[in-house]
């Protein structure tokens, strides 16, 4: 199917809070059905940059008298951007040749920008996901040995630690427990094992009701030789040993080691940043090194060394730097009951570093764009009618809404400055483009920081499409950020649409 050039249409709004300003079209006011400000459009379309008269006209005219390039004229315009894209992916330079055969010589150029926008989109979200995949197998593998080793350190310590004496054994026995006095200075371990032979359940009772081990442990089990996992008294063929000392030497001790370390979280705690600082890079130079930096950080602030936990953190950007700082102050604030003893009054400071730790880390997350769809009328952020169903006619004017977060709001002098661009582009079942268009840049200026970012946009479906499912693809680019955003909207193009 050929592709038709559709009219842009008129108007691309955004919707701004009270105190806010756009320098090329009126605020929305909050829950208010603000009347078309197409007569200021017009008047400022009516003059050009050096203040003289335009006249439409003429303009028109011009426009008609000239002449559109030739297909070699427009295809060597471009013909350099296609060979950079081909030496980068040269199947997105065989897709991007097929575009451009389906498109008009004049649409040449767009045809070429938006595909190059689209197409780092792309890159961007399949290098986030392989960085997330990477990172998990990473934590994975960490947690694995992590637990493998400190099960082993357990397993030394009880094994090297002596066997305690008559007395302080007999104390530790329940009441119903007594050593044989012929048989305690001799063995206390046979005593023992005599008293506790009375009413012993079985030992496959016994055994159903540990606890299973965890699941990154069983799993770096499966993946260890099997000699390193069961003595050799244990593998599976090997005649059964007897019980000895020992095995029940050393099980005492462990339940030994978990009580004590019950007993005193704080002194592990104290230990484990210890280690932690004795072990770690001073300068990351990988992004694991980096989260053990951030790591230990939430552990001084548990152990309440606030001041070494709000210390600089070494390798991280300016961005991750704020947001870890205005996040650990917000914990701190929060836990901190002496100084500020009303609970309300600790949720409001903790809220407010919450806040500016927001504002920090969406200028480390991707440009997203939610609620994008069909509207009949906007009336604020939030305030929209949508559609009954997204069918049209073709060259039915629609209204498309759609909220931008994770954007980034330089300060200047008048304020918190954010600069949107947008284009789109209508695709069929098959991903074969049928239309699309730029719109103008949006630059919106607001005295605080912009939460409620919203913006509408009325374009015109080509008059020349066959019915069927097609999709308009949106695209948002963050000019101060270089991140951009993508939304897909679904609709079927009929000869009647629904009313």
Known sequence: MRTYSACLGAALAVAVCSGCALSWRPSFVAGSRQADAATEEVDELSTDRTGSSFDPAASGLAKAEATPPTSDEAFADVLGELR??????????????????????????LVVDQFRAALAYRKQLAARDAERLQRQRDDETQHAETQLAAYAQRQANSANRPWPDSATLGQALPADMTLASDQSTANPLVALRSATNVNRPPAAETASRLPPPPASLARARQNAPQDAVLPAANRPGSPVAPYNDSQVLAASHVVDDRADAASDWRGELDATITDMQAVLAPAPRTVDELHDHLRLRMLLMLAGRNDDALAP????????????????????????????????????????????????LSDLATLQVRNATFVTRVDGFGLYEPVPKAEFAPGQSIIVYAEMVNFRSQSTAEGYETSLGTS??????????????????????????????????????????????????????????????????????VDEPAR
Not at 84 to 103: S, T
Not at 436 to 458: I, K, L, N, T
Request: hydrophobic share 35%.
């Open 424 to 493: 789109y582009q209508v695709v069929d079942e098959t991903g074969r483009r049928v239309d699309g268009a730029q719109f103008p840049d949006v630059q919106d200026v607001c005295q605080s920081r912009r939460h409620d970012f919203h913006m509408q946009y009325e374009m015109q479906l080509p008059t020349r499409i066959y019915p069927g499912p097609y999709q308009l693809q949106l695209i948002i680019t963050d000019h101060s950020s270089n991140k951009i955003g993508q939304a897909d909207l679904a609709f079927e193009i």
């Open 84 to 109: 950079a894209i081909g030496a980068i992916d040269p199947a997105a330079e065989r897709e991007l040749l097929q575009e451009l055969h389906d498109a008009k010589p004049e649409h040449y150029q």
């Open 313 to 360: 953190i070494p390798g991280a950007n300016p961005a991750q730097q704020d947001f870890w700082g205005k996040q650990l102050f917000a914990l701190s604030a929060y836990l901190d009951a002496a100084n500020t003893g009303d609970e309300r009054a600790r949720a409001a400071a903790t809220l407010r570093h919450l806040d500016d730790a927001r504002d920090r």
